[in-house]
């Protein structure tokens, strides 16, 4: 009678077999890695474009709310490079008083100040006063609209060009149209200790540095053009 040796792996083939079980674990894991951020890319774009969109729409409410009748200067806007600001008088709704009561007109403003947090990036702020009080330019409450802006630019349309600064009492009117364009950023996660892991697993660290460029023309109904205007 024949003598059946006992059947098993030999060493060889487990070594090979081992050695497919983890390429296949590293191109799974790196599968998954690739498919993880390029979802955290989306989510950021995604978010980025909301938040660029609100601001956008939140300046053109104020904007399109101008009010200037009895106020003697009711619009300034000031060039500072990439960093520019913007006060006026309008008829949007103020945030509600110590009596929880709203205003329907009100002083208010656009303007960056230094990020604590981020070195090269600014926060956004909006000045607003209940009611309009002497210097309708000047005083107020800041509130924090958004705390990654990298630019913030303003321009103003007399009729025939579009100018970088606008004074009301140089110009004697306020402006027929205002160009916004802004630049703000978002970063992965909600932690600085989250973004500093990510960063560590990336050789391009910009590559998480999501920027999102918004502009837009907010036409102002109470503007006459310069060129009609009368001085007194």
Known sequence: MANNRGK??????????????????????TLLIFTLEAKQRVERASLLNKIGQSILKMVSKDLEGLYTQNVANPF???DD????????????????????VCSNLIELGYRLE??????????????ESYGI??????????YEIYDQVKQFNLQYYDGTDWVDTWLFEDMKTVPLAVKLEFIIRART?????????EE?????????????????IITIPVAVPVNQTTTP
């Open 189 to 197: 996660g909600e932690f600085e200790s989250e973004i500093n892991e």
């Open 76 to 78: 300034e806007g000031i």
């Open 8 to 29: 098993g792996f030999t060493l060889i083939e487990i070594m090979l077999c081992m050695t497919l079980v983890a390429a296949i674990s590293a191109t799974t894991y």
């Open 114 to 127: 230094p990020s604590q947090t981020y070195d090269d990036l600014f926060v956004l702020l909006r000045r």
């Open 200 to 216: 560590d697993r990336n050789d391009d660290k910009e590559e998480i540095q999501q920027e999102g460029y918004f502009s837009g």
């Open 81 to 100: 490079g990439t960093q520019d600001s913007m006060n006026f008088t309008s008829t949007a709704s103020s945030y509600p008083n110590e009596d929880g």
């Open 133 to 142: 009080k002497y210097n309708p330019l000047k005083g107020g409450k800041l």
